[in-house]
C-alpha cells in the first residue's frame, strides 16, 4: 500500500511539473508547434546559411508580444508536415486572427507598414539593391529585443507620449494604445528610442551612403532635448516626437512633420509640449550643428564665446602663476639671504 | 594703535550674499544638464532630487539672483543721485590707474621691482571682479529669461535669439564658474599673502595691517583727510 502512494505521488509529481514547465509555451500553441520547436537542436544546416536554429524557447515566446498569436497566423506557408525546404519570410502587414477590439476585421499592421513605404526607411526604386537593405524594416525597430523588455516604470513615465501620435483617434484610441501596451507589458522608453534611432544614423559610415544631415543626433544631443533626456525627464520629445513614429519622411517633403511649413504644427501638436508655440519658435528647434553654411551668426557666436572664455581664462591663470611665482620666488630669496 | 577701516556696509555684504548663495545653487542644478554623462554632476543631480525638481529650484535661485541685481542697480542709482560723487570718488569705475598699477605689478611679478603697486580703495583686480559679474549678469540672466519663457519671447524676437540664448546660456555659465572658482577664489582665498580666506566678505572691515599692505593709497588718504579735519 505504502509503495501505491509513493508510484502515485511521483506521477502526480511528474505530471505538475511537465504542465509547469510546458505551461508558458502552451499559451498560442494551439497547434502543438512547440513539440518540436522548443527542441534546442532543431535546426538545419545550409551552405548558404550556416547553422540556423529553429529552436523557440519557450521563456522568449512567452514574454513577447506576439505570444497570443498562433505560430501559423504569422507563417502562412508552413502547412504541411514536413515542412517545406523554402518558406517565405513574415510580413507584418498580414492580417491575422486576432480581431481589433469592438470590430470584426482582422487585425494587422498593414496601417503601419504602408506609412514606413512611403517613408525616408521605405523601399526606393532609385536605390540599388544593398543601398534598400540598408534602411530599418518592420524587425529592425521592433526586434523582440526591444519590443518585450519589460519595464512597469517606463510604461508608467511614458503613457504621455501615446497622446502624441495617437491624438487623432481621440480618447478611444489612446485608451485602446495604453491599454493594449499595458496588456502586452511593453513599451518602449524614450532614451531607448533615442538609442535605437542612433544606431543607424549616428553611425556616419553607414549615414554617408544617403543623402541626409550626418549631424542629426549629436544635434539631438547637444539640444536641451538630448540633454534633459539623458537626466531622465521623459517628457521632452524623443526623435518619434518630431519625426513620427512610421511616416518618417525627409524635411522637404510637404506632408513631412518637419516640413517647414508644418514644423509649427508638429511642435505645438499636443498640451505636453510647446501648446503655443510661434512660427519663429519653431525653426529654432532645429538640431544639426551649426557650421559657416547652415547657421552662421550662431557658428560665430559659439566660436566668441570659447575665445572669449580661453582668452580671459590665459589671463586670468598667468596673473595667477606670476603672483605666486613672485611670492615663491620671495621665500626663496630670503632663505638665501639668510 | 591697531584700528578697523569700514570696507562694505551691511548692505553691501548682504547684497554679495544674495549674489553668491544662489550662484552655488544655479551651478549646481545648472551643470548637470549642461554635462548630461557626467558622473560627478550625477551625483549632484541625484543630490537636488532629479532634474524636474533642479529645474524648479534653478528658476527660483535664479529669481533671487536678479532681484539681487536689480535692488543693486537701484542702490548704485539711489547713491548716485543722493551724493552725486565726482569720477574720482566713484572708486569702481576704471581709469587711469589701473593700467599704472598693471604695469607696476606685472614688474613686481617678474622681479624688475620690489615696490608692489600702491593700490587705492579698489584695486584693477577687484574692478574686473565686479565688472565682469555686471556683464555676466546681463547675458546670464537675459539668455536664463528668454529660455524661461522661449515661445513668449519668440513672438517678437527672430528664432535665431533662442538659439543664441541657449549657447550663450551655457558658455557664459562656465566662464563664471571658471573666473569665480580659479580667479577670483585664488584672490579671496588661495593666494598665500590671504590664505585661508579674506573675512571681509562677513565682517566688513579691514585692519590697520591689511590697509596698509592691500589699499596704502586709500589709507593715506583716510589719514590726510583726518589730519586736515582735525
Not at chain 1, 550662431?298 to 575665445?307: A, N
Request: with cysteine.
Amino acid at each position: 500500500m505504502p509503495a501505491t502512494i509513493y508510484r502515485h505521488s511521483i506521477l502526480v509529481l511528474l505530471l505538475v511539473m511537465l504542465t509547469a514547465l510546458s505551461a508558458p509555451a502552451q499559451q498560442a500553441d494551439a497547434e502543438n508547434c512547440n513539440l518540436c520547436h522548443s527542441l534546442a537542436l532543431l535546426g538545419i544546416a545550409t551552405p548558404s546559411d550556416g547553422l540556423r536554429s529553429f529552436e523557440v524557447t519557450a521563456e522568449a515566446y512567452s514574454h513577447s508580444t506576439h505570444r497570443n498569436v498562433i505560430c501559423r497566423d504569422c507563417h502562412t506557408d508552413i502547412n504541411v508536415f514536413p515542412h517545406p525546404e523554402e518558406v517565405a519570410t513574415v510580413e507584418c502587414y498580414k492580417a491575422c486572427h486576432i480581431t481589433k477590439p469592438f470590430a470584426l476585421t482582422g487585425y494587422s499592421h498593414a496601417e503601419q507598414a504602408d506609412a514606413h513605404a512611403i517613408s525616408a526607411h521605405g523601399f526606393n526604386s532609385e536605390y540599388s539593391a544593398e543601398k534598400n537593405e540598408a534602411k530599418p524594416d518592420c524587425k529592425y525597430c521592433h526586434s523582440n529585443t526591444f519590443r518585450n523588455i519589460i519595464k512597469d516604470e517606463v510604461l508608467e513615465s511614458n503613457s504621455q507620449h501615446c497622446a502624441r501620435c495617437h491624438e487623432g483617434d481621440g480618447l478611444a484610441g489612446v485608451i485602446l494604445h495604453v491599454s493594449s501596451h499595458s496588456g502586452h507589458r511593453t513599451a518602449e522608453a524614450s532614451i531607448d528610442v533615442v538609442e535605437l534611432c542612433s544606431s543607424c544614423h549616428a553611425d556616419q559610415g553607414h549615414m554617408k551612403q544617403f543623402d541626409v544631415n550626418l549631424t542629426q543626433v549629436s544635434g539631438y544631443e547637444r539640444h536641451f532635448h538630448g540633454k534633459a533626456l539623458k537626466r531622465g525627464m521623459n517628457e521632452v520629445a524623443n526623435c518619434m516626437d518630431c519625426h513620427r513614429n512610421h511616416l518618417n519622411l525627409p524635411a522637404d517633403d510637404p506632408n513631412s512633420s518637419i516640413h517647414p511649413n508644418n514644423i509649427q504644427q508638429t511642435c505645438s501638436s499636443n498640451a505636453y509640449c510647446h501648446s503655443d508655440a510661434t512660427a519663429k519658435f519653431a525653426v529654432s528647434a532645429i538640431h544639426s550643428e551649426p557650421t559657416t553654411q547652415n547657421n552662421p551668426i550662431l557658428f560665430f557666436v559659439e566660436w566668441g564665446f570659447i575665445i572669449l572664455t580661453a582668452g580671459t581664462m590665459a589671463l586670468l591663470f598667468a596673473h595667477i602663476f606670476l603672483d605666486f611665482g613672485r611670492w615663491v620666488g620671495d621665500i626663496w630669496m630670503r632663505r638665501k639671504e639668510k | 594703535m591697531s584700528r578697523d577701516y569700514t570696507r562694505f556696509t551691511m548692505s553691501q555684504r548682504l547684497q554679495h550674499i544674495f549674489m553668491f548663495v544662489p550662484f552655488i545653487i544655479l551651478v549646481l542644478t545648472g551643470f548637470p544638464i549642461k554635462f548630461p554623462e557626467s558622473e560627478f554632476w550625477s551625483v549632484v543631480m541625484s543630490a537636488a532630487g532629479g532634474i524636474e525638481k533642479a529645474r524648479v529650484i534653478h528658476r527660483f535661485a535664479a529669481a533671487v539672483m536678479i532681484l539681487d541685481f536689480a535692488f543693486h542697480i537701484l542702490y548704485l542709482g539711489y547713491n548716485l543721485y543722493k551724493k552725486r560723487p565726482s569720477l574720482a570718488d566713484m572708486h569702481l569705475v576704471p581709469n587711469g590707474r589701473d593700467g599704472k598699477n598693471i604695469i607696476e605689478n606685472m614688474k613686481y611679478f617678474l622681479f624688475l621691482s620690489d615696490e608692489r603697486p600702491r593700490f587705492h580703495r579698489f584695486s584693477y583686480i577687484e574692478k574686473f571682479d565686479y565688472w565682469a559679474v555686471f556683464w555676466g549678469m546681463f547675458i546670464m540672466a537675459g539668455s536664463g529669461i528668454i529660455l524661461w519663457f522661449p515661445v513668449l519671447f519668440s513672438k517678437f524676437l527672430p528664432g535665431i535669439v533662442i538659439q543664441i540664448a541657449y549657447i550663450a546660456h551655457s558658455d557664459e555659465a562656465m566662464l563664471a564658474l571658471l573666473a569665480i572658482i580659479i580667479w577670483h577664489f585664488y584672490n579671496v582665498h588661495f593666494n598665500p599673502r590671504i590664505w585661508p580666506a579674506n573675512k571681509v566678505w562677513y565682517k566688513g572691515t579691514l585692519s590697520e595691517e591689511e590697509m596698509e599692505h592691500e589699499h596704502p593709497l586709500e589709507l593715506e588718504e583716510i589719514k590726510a583727510r583726518e589730519e586736515a579735519s582735525k
